[in-house]
């Protein structure tokens, strides 16, 4: 493949496409008032979309109402019958026309490969489907970022994005299937997501302020909170002392890892004799494993893979976003009182690293040991997180 005449086929498609894109853009904010509907679909999320910079701001009010044109059985098929339309330049029409029979829509990507300069060959996380793809805005963070959210259209030869990329470096995509199921608790499948994104992609690029929260990696050990449901049936009660500290609260257990129940592992299990639950839950995926081998022995029937895999940064991003605490399983919440679960551990560290990643985003230096105090973690654990993120954002 020629990738230098290539480049030069879709330069010349974006130039030409630029002046009657910004012009149907225009026409179709007047028409039916898309500029309106941005201001109040976009409303729940003004106190996130605000630490956007004021000029991608623009850039995702223009991409909304583009898409709103230009997605499949968009408003494109009205306005070409429209005389305003038909009166433009044929050249221009012509795009239109084609434009409409290529719908743009909304993907989250994976760069497999990167064949030639801003050139890659992309996987649509929730379709599957492969495609190459000419993107210069990819292409500054090609290497750092895990996976990418684009609006994206096909110009006969391979596809383009139009308007702001998210391009995330502590999201995967069972991040976005767990927030997208979060804001759509029927969603049970790759493709009834990739349909609600197309539905509600504004509350995808609600993640757009987040792009460069970093995955945490401790040593050898990145985190990520893992949480397996299970019953109870066929666990024996008698062998969990010999791998667990365990307390008893009447008939409900909190059993700690030994060995890793501590950071950065946090590999616990909690038994609900009552309801004849079980929750598996830990912080690194060496401690997970550790986990269900431990759990295993005691005669628990647990699935293949985990029901949950949720990377802090989302978590942060999730509660920042919906304005509430993300709770992963029913003893997810700690409580203050004397017969509390007491598992703040997990909690406070996450607590910490929001704080941490805030304090490095506003260019502040910690005081270690006030925050080792405040989230009852030791100084020298606050010290290597903070260490960490600098290295993750390139600030060191």
């Known amino acids: 493949m020629d990738f230098n005449q290539l480049e030069k086929f879709c330069v010349d498609h974006s130039r030409k496409g630029e002046e009657i894109l910004e012009w149907i853009m225009y026409y179709g904010a007047g028409k039916d008032r898309l500029d309106k509907q941005f201001d109040l679909q976009s409303k729940p999320f003004k106190h996130v979309l605000r630490d956007l910079d004021p000029a991608t701001f623009r850039e995702l009010k223009a991409q909304f109402i583009t898409f709103k044109i230009l997605k499949e059985n968009g408003l494109i098929h009205k306005y070409l019958n429209h005389s305003s339309v038909k009166n433009r330049a044929p050249h221009d029409y012509a795009y239109l026309q084609k434009a409409a029979q290529e719908p743009y829509r909304f993907a989250f990507l994976l760069a497999k490969d990167n064949p030639a300069p801003n050139f890659f060959n992309m996987q649509d996380v929730f379709t599957g489907e492969e495609l190459l793809m000419y993107s210069p805005g990819v292409a500054q963070d090609y290497g750092d970022a895990l996976m990418f959210y684009c609006m994206i259209s096909d110009n006969g030869q391979c596809y383009q994005t139009y308007g702001p990329i998210g391009a995330f470096r502590g999201f995967d995509p069972n991040d976005i299937f767990f927030y997208a199921s979060e804001l759509n608790p029927a969603i049970t499948t790759d493709e009834e997501l990739h349909e609600f994104v197309q539905k509600e992609h504004l509350k995808f690029s609600a993640l757009l302020p987040f792009t460069n929260i970093p995955v945490t990696v401790h040593g050898k050990d990145e985190l990520i909170e893992i949480v397996t449901f299970g ?35 946090f590999a616990t299990l909690f038994l609900d004799w009552r309801e004849d639950e079980i929750v598996l839950s830990a912080m690194t995926d060496m401690g997970y494993d550790r986990l269900v081998n431990a759990v295993e022995k005691l005669g628990a029937n647990l699935p293949e893979y985990a029901d949950i895999r949720l990377h802090p940064s989302m978590k942060i991003a999730m509660k920042d976003i919906l304005k509430k605490e993300i709770l992963l399983h029913p003893f997810d919440a700690p409580v203050s009182d004397d017969e509390s679960l007491d598992d703040m551990d997990k909690e406070s560290l996450n607590l910490l690293l929001d704080k941490l990643i805030l304090l490095v985003n506003e260019n502040r230096k910690p005081d270690f040991a006030k925050l080792a105090h405040e989230f009852s973690q030791d100084e020298n654990t606050v010290k290597d997180l903070y260490k960490l993120i600098l290295e993750k954002v390139g600030k060191m």
Request: glycine share 8%; proline share 3%; aromatic share 14%.
């Open 231 to 265: 019953n109870i049936q066929g666990v024996k009660k008698t062998g969990l002392k010999k791998d667990f500290e365990v307390k008893t609260f009447e008939d409900f257990q909190i059993c700690t890892l030994k060995k890793y129940g501590e950071f950065p592992h």
